[in-house]
């Protein structure tokens, strides 16, 4: 029998996070570029250190911070952005966490995908390329069990349409037993996600005030469960905004840094959403807001503190937010996103009865952002290798830190792209990136791994799909 108070997470000390947030009220500019200074060899800060860069900052300091933010992604990342969709299988939920259009008390149509419009949803998905969902669902025990999401995950991958298959399901449901979390990783599930939405204990309360997910302990012990049943790669993340931007930072690298004791291996991706309107919630009640100036720096921050993971960016910010963060930290990013359960049949659009879990600020198309990616010198990535190949965990991580991931991400990534350029590019796109790809293969040293490369590239355009290193 299942006892939810066992669980307690014992990892988040708020005492820690006051002290230190009070510290920080004193920290000089020296101070500050000292720990900017180190944090530019790429090998990470302890939580002390991240403390000091959260005091008042001024302008000069923040180009600091900002100039090693991108010195440390391009060097752990080079110029490469990962790509995906978030898919919506069920707006079903018995919670009722008052900042979510899916709360319980807000009253619309709700629905349950059957696996016939989920075969068409990922069939439209896969029109526009996509090749990384992430699969996200309401928490309703009854209307959508584990078992109703690992029959989702069998499907997502059974569907084909044409050159179109999707290689990785990302998977962010509510927090689950170790028993649901073993049937997920019999699935094949990518990553296993979950936000914390906010560490702080009274906050967590008032914004949660009825529902399985008002336990702040079961819900913030999750990600140890997902792991102890051998899932290698999970995701935390913070919905900024629902108390001080400072005191979410340090409390999630206080859970980054309880994973690794553990497991000997943190988060693989840390995802970065800001509060934003939607569907009955009013944001003049949020005290917490992040003005884009913060928003801006807790990003900058995170990427130096933990140069290694993964920063995940939603279609909730603009896209000239989104273009300048992903210069400055954020490594993946969602394109073409629907918030809203069976969206993307309509062309994109919401449905007409979902208003979906929250507005959609990004609304290009991903033939419109890849233009732009490639515009501004990044490459656009596709690649699910490290998954299928089993580089997940620390296995990820200690290529990661060896630098040697480098040698197989970007011909991965030029694979993948030119597979889209091919299979669903328009011309302009197929011009600016076939471009972009001549160069960049030139640009590899390695005349080993050049010549891998050009074969590889040569089999894409006889025809040959899902190649990678």
Request: glycine residues 8%; proline residues 5%.
């Amino acid at each position: 029998m299942l006892v939810r108070h066992q669980y307690r997470a014992h990892f988040i000390h708020e005492d820690e996070v006051e002290r230190l947030l009070q510290r920080a009220t004193g920290a000089t500019p020296a101070t500050m570029r000292k720990v900017i200074e180190k944090a530019r060899l790429a090998q990470g800060l302890t939580i002390d250190e991240v403390a000091l860069l959260l005091g008042t900052m001024d302008a000069a300091t923040e180009q600091v911070l900002y100039s090693a933010a991108h010195e440390v992604k391009l060097e752990i990342y080079g110029r490469r952005v990962v790509l995906f969709a978030p898919l919506y299988v069920s707006n079903h939920c018995v919670n009722n966490c008052r900042y979510c259009g899916y709360r319980q008390d807000h009253h619309f149509p709700r629905r349950r995908l059957t696996m016939e419009e989920l075969e068409e949803e990922v069939k439209a998905l896969e029109r526009m390329g996509h090749k990384r969902l992430a699969l996200e669902a309401g928490e309703d025990p009854a209307l959508c069990p584990v078992d109703f999401i690992v029959d989702c995950i069998r499907t997502i991958h059974a569907v084909k349409l044409d050159q179109g298959s999707i290689r990785r399901v990302n998977v962010n449901i509510a927090a689950a037993t170790e028993d649901e979390y073993a049937q997920l990783k019999e699935a094949g599930i990518g990553t296993y996600i979950l936000f914390q939405e906010t560490y702080h204990r009274p906050s967590y309360r008032h914004w949660h005030p009825r529902g399985p997910k008002s336990d702040y302990d079961w819900h913030t012990t999750a990600h140890h469960r997902a792991m102890r049943t051998g899932l290698d790669d999970v995701g935390l993340g913070v919905l900024f905004g629902l108390y001080d931007w400072r005191f979410e930072v340090l409390a999630l690298l206080q859970h980054a840094r309880s994973l690794e004791e553990e497991f000997g291996v943190g988060p693989h991706t840390i995802s970065v959403p800001r509060l934003r309107p939607a569907a009955g919630v009013d944001l003049s009640t949020f005290p917490h807001l992040v003005p884009d100036r913060d928003f801006r720096r807790l990003v900058a921050i995170l990427r130096l503190a933990v140069p290694y993971t993964g920063m995940i960016l939603s279609t909730r910010e603009s896209p000239p937010m989104r273009d300048w963060l992903m210069d400055h930290g954020i490594s993946q990013l969602s394109a073409g996103s629907c918030t809203g359960v069976g969206g993307y049949q309509r062309e994109g659009s919401q449905d007409p009865g979902d208003a979906g879990q929250f507005e959609v600020e990004d609304r290009r198309s991903p033939d419109q952002m890849l233009i732009a990616i490639c515009e501004s010198g990044y490459l656009p990535s596709y690649c699910t290798a490290c998954y299928r190949k089993g580089r997940t965990g620390d296995r990820f991580m200690s290529l990661a830190k060896t630098g040697a991931i480098q040698e197989l991400c970007e011909p991965n990534a030029l694979l993948t792209f030119k597979e889209y350029l091919l299979d669903y590019a328009s011309p302009k796109l197929r011009r600016v990136g076939e471009k972009l790809i001549e160069e960049r293969t030139r640009a590899i040293a390695n005349p080993r791994l050049n010549q891998m490369l050009l074969e590889a590239l040569r089999l894409v355009e006889a025809g040959k799909r899902d190649l990678y290193l």
